[in-house]
C-alpha cells in the first residue's frame, strides 16, 4: 500500500534541480542508522546476511507518507554506506598490492596494480550498466528506481565481500 504523499517523480524532480518556482515541496528526508549495518559486519557476518538490515531498519524507523520513496531512499542510504565500506577495503587492497616487491610479479602478468585499477573501473562500469539495464527492464513499474538502487546496494556489497577475501588470500590485515 502506498500512503498519500508527493510522488517519486515530484520528489527526484525536485532533487534534480526543478526549476525554482516549482519547488515548492519540501524535499524528504529519512534518517538512517548505519551502525546497524557495521555492527551486523562488524559481528562477523557475511555481507549477504547483513544486506538489506539497514533498509529495513530504517524503512521501520521512517514515515515520510510515500513508501516507495521511503524504501528509495532508505536504500540509498545503506548503499552509500556499503560504498564507503568498498572504498576502505579498495584503499587498503591498493596498498597491499603495490607493496608485492616486484621479484614476487607473477611472470606472466608482472605487476598486479595496474590490473587492480582496470578491474576496480570495469568493475564501477559494469555494476552501473546493470542496474540501469535492471531499472529499463522493470518498464513503469513504479519501483523502477527502488530496483536500480537494490541492484547498485547488492551489487556493492558483494564486491565488498570479494574484496575482502581477496585481501584475506594476500594476507593483509
Known amino acids: 500500500m502506498t500512503r498519500a504523499g508527493p510522488s517519486v517523480a515530484v520528489c527526484l524532480a525536485l532533487l534534480a534541480g526543478a526549476p525554482a518556482h516549482a519547488q515548492t515541496l519540501p524535499i524528504p528526508s529519512v534518517d538512517a542508522d548505519p551502525t546497524v549495518l557495521l555492527a551486523c559486519i562488524g559481528s562477523g557476518k557475511s555481507a549477504k546476511t547483513c544486506l538489506g538490515a539497514m533498509t529495513l531498519d530504517c524503512m521501520a524507523e521512517n514515515d515520510i507518507g510515500n513508501d516507495n520513496l521511503e524504501e528509495r531512499l532508505c536504500t540509498v542510504e545503506e548503499l552509500v554506506v556499503w560504498r564507503d565500506l568498498l572504498a576502505r577495503v579498495e584503499t587498503r587492497l591498493d596498498r597491499r598490492l603495490r607493496a608485492i616487491p616486484a621479484s614476487d610479479h607473477p611472470v606472466l602478468l608482472g605487476d598486479p596494480a595496474p590490473l587492480w585499477r582496470d578491474a576496480s573501473r ?40 570479494g574484496l575482502q577475501r581477496l585481501l584475506a588470500r594476500l594476507g593483509a590485515n
Open 122 to 161: 570495469d568493475w564501477r562500469q559494469w555494476a552501473e550498466s546493470q542496474c540501469r539495464l535492471e531499472r529499463a527492464a522493470a518498464g513503469r513499474s513504479e519501483r523502477r528506481a527502488i530496483i536500480e538502487d537494490s541492484c547498485l546496494r547488492d551489487l556493492t556489497a558483494d564486491r565488498y565481500a
